[in-house]
C-alpha cells in the first residue's frame, strides 16, 4: 500500500493531530470547468476550507501515485490538461496506477482513496447519478456504488437534471444511502435550489449532520452519507432557462453519439455554451458553499 500512496506534509500533519481533513476531487478541475477558472476554483476551495478551520485534501493519480494533498503546481498541471487527463472513476485506478499514469479522480475514485487515510469527508460540486434513459442504456454513475460502500460523506449541491433524479433517488435507496438534506425538504437540482422530488431527511444543523454520520458508522454500517446543500438562491439559476439548456445539450449530444463517461464533461461545457458561462458561474458558487458546509460538518466529526 504504502508504495502507492503519497500524502503530503500538510495532510500528514494534520492526520497525527487529528485534524478536520476535507477531501477535494480533481476530476471538477480537469473536466468539470474551464481553464483558467477550474484552477481559480480548486485553490480557492482549499482556502475556504483552510479559512474555516480544517485542512483541505485535494486527490488526484500523478505518475501512478495515489496522492492525498496536491500542490498548487499539480493543481495548474490537471487544470491546463484538461481533458487530456485520463477521467478516473474506482474501476480505472488499478490501470493508471500500474502503468504510473496521471488519473484526475471523480467522486468515486476520490472517496476511495482518500478513506486509505481515513479521511471522512469530502466536498464536490455535482455526483454522477443514473442517466436519463439508463433504462436502455444502464448509465449509472459508479459514484453511487462507492457511496454505498466506502466510508465517506459527501457534500453536493444536488444532482443535475441531466441526470434522473428520480432514478437516482431509487438507486441510492436500494444501496442503503441515506440522503441528507440540509436545511431543505427537497432534493436541490445543482443549478437550482429545488427539485420536485423529496429527500429522506431533513436536518438543519452541521452538528445534527455529524451525529448522523458518526451514528451510521459506530453502528458498524458500511457506506457513505450523502449530504445534498441547496446553491445559495441569490447565485441560482433561473428553472425555465436551465432546463430548455440542459434538454438542447442532450438532444446535441444524442446527435453526436456521445455516450459513457463522456456524457458529463460534455453535458457541462455545452450548457455552458448555451447559458453564455452563467452556469459556470453557479457552478463555482455551489462548489465554494459545500466547501463551507463540509468544513462545518468535519469539525464535529473530529
Ligand atoms: N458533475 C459536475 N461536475 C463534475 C462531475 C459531475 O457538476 O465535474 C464529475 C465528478 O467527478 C463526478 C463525475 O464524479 O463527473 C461523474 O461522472 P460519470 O457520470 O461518468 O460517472
Ligand atoms: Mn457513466
Redesign the pocket.
Given at each position: 500500500m504504502l508504495e502507492y500512496l503519497s500524502i503530503s506534509n500538510e495532510v500528514k500533519e494534520a492526520l497525527k493531530k487529528k485534524m478536520p481533513i476535507v477531501a477535494l476531487?480533481s476530476?471538477?478541475i480537469s473536466?468539470?470547468m474551464p481553464y483558467p477558472d477550474n484552477v481559480k476554483t480548486a485553490l480557492e476551495c482549499q482556502k475556504i476550507i483552510r479559512d474555516n478551520g480544517c485542512i483541505p485534501a485535494t486527490i488526484a493519480i500523478i505518475k501512478g501515485k495515489l496522492k492525498i494533498g496536491l500542490t498548487d503546481d499539480e493543481i495548474d498541471y490537471l487544470g491546463r490538461s484538461g481533458t487530456n487527463v485520463n477521467?478516473t472513476?474506482t474501476r480505472d485506478i488499478p490501470y493508471i496506477v500500474s502503468k504510473k499514469l496521471d488519473g484526475a479522480t471523480?467522486?468515486?475514485a476520490t472517496s476511495y482513496i482518500a478513506s486509505l487515510a481515513n479521511i471522512k469527508i469530502f466536498a464536490?460540486?455535482?455526483?454522477?447519478g443514473v442517466?436519463r434513459g439508463a433504462q436502455e442504456t444502464f448509465d449509472i454513475?459508479?459514484?453511487l456504488d462507492e457511496l454505498s460502500k466506502t466510508k465517506m460523506a459527501v457534500v453536493c449541491a444536488g444532482a443535475?437534471s441531466i441526470l434522473d433524479l428520480g432514478l437516482t433517488l431509487e438507486y441510492l435507496e436500494t444501496k442503503a444511502v441515506d440522503v441528507i438534506g440540509y436545511k431543505t425538504d427537497v432534493l436541490p437540482a445543482?443549478y437550482t435550489s429545488k427539485s420536485d422530488f423529496k429527500v429522506n431527511h431533513r436536518l438543519d444543523s452541521p452538528t445534527e449532520i455529524a451525529n448522523l454520520i458518526k451514528a451510521k458508522w459506530e453502528i458498524g454500517m458500511p457506506g457513505g452519507v450523502l449530504i445534498t446543500n441547496p446553491i445559495p438562491t441569490e447565485y441560482e439559476m433561473d428553472k425555465e432557462v436551465i432546463d430548455k439548456a440542459i434538454s438542447d445539450a442532450i438532444i446535441e449530444m444524442d446527435k453526436l453519439h456521445i455516450t459513457?463517461?463522456k456524457?458529463?464533461?460534455y453535458l457541462?461545457s455545452k450548457i455552458k455554451d448555451i447559458t453564455g458561462g452563467d452556469s459556470l458561474k453557479s457552478?463555482i458558487k455551489l462548489v465554494y458553499n459545500n466547501c463551507l458546509l463540509a468544513s462545518l460538518i468535519a469539525k464535529e466529526l473530529y
Open positions: 476531487e476530476t471538477i473536466h468539470g477521467k472513476s471523480t467522486v468515486s464536490t460540486g455535482g455526483i454522477g442517466h454513475s459508479s459514484d443535475k445543482f459513457g463517461n456524457t458529463t464533461p457541462l457552478n
